[in-house]
Nanobody
Framework: QVQLVESGGGLVQAGGSLTLSCVAS????????MGWYRQGPGKQRERVAL???????NYGDSVKGRATISMNTAKNTVYLRMNNLIPEDTAVYYC???????????WGRGTQVTVSS
């Protein structure tokens, strides 16, 4: 079983920055990709950024140019750096990880990010 634990959320002023972290732990596993989704109040969950263990990245349109995803594969940790935050970035941010041979990804419990105007 895999556990994903997010950290780094909180209250940030518009225009500010933050970095989220997600650490994977548990039984033996091999990941193919890790990343982030978010769900704002009254909104559907949306992709923020994904990163393969080959280094390939994919960003959601709403954060392109403001978000950077990075990974420490040795520590099974993925990071999300968000700059120039806007109130619309307010959401619960969820870590996601895809494992080799497993059809459904693993999800973290989420960390709240609130951007004040």
């Amino acid at each position: 079983q895999v556990q994903l634990v997010e950290s780094g959320g909180g209250l940030v002023q518009a225009g500010g920055s933050l970095t989220l972290s997600c650490v994977a732990s548990g039984s033996d596993f091999s990941f193919t990709a890790m990343g982030w989704y978010r769900q704002g109040p009254g909104k559907q969950r949306e992709r923020v950024a994904l990163m393969g263990y080959d280094g390939a990245t994919n960003y959601g349109d709403s954060v392109k140019g403001r978000a950077t995803i990075s990974m420490n594969t040795a520590k099974n940790t993925v990071y999300l750096r968000m700059n120039n935050l806007i109130p619309e970035d307010t959401a619960v941010y969820y870590c996601i990880a895809s494992r080799v041979g497993i059809d459904t990804p693993d999800w973290g419990r989420g960390t709240q990010v609130t951007v004040s105007s």
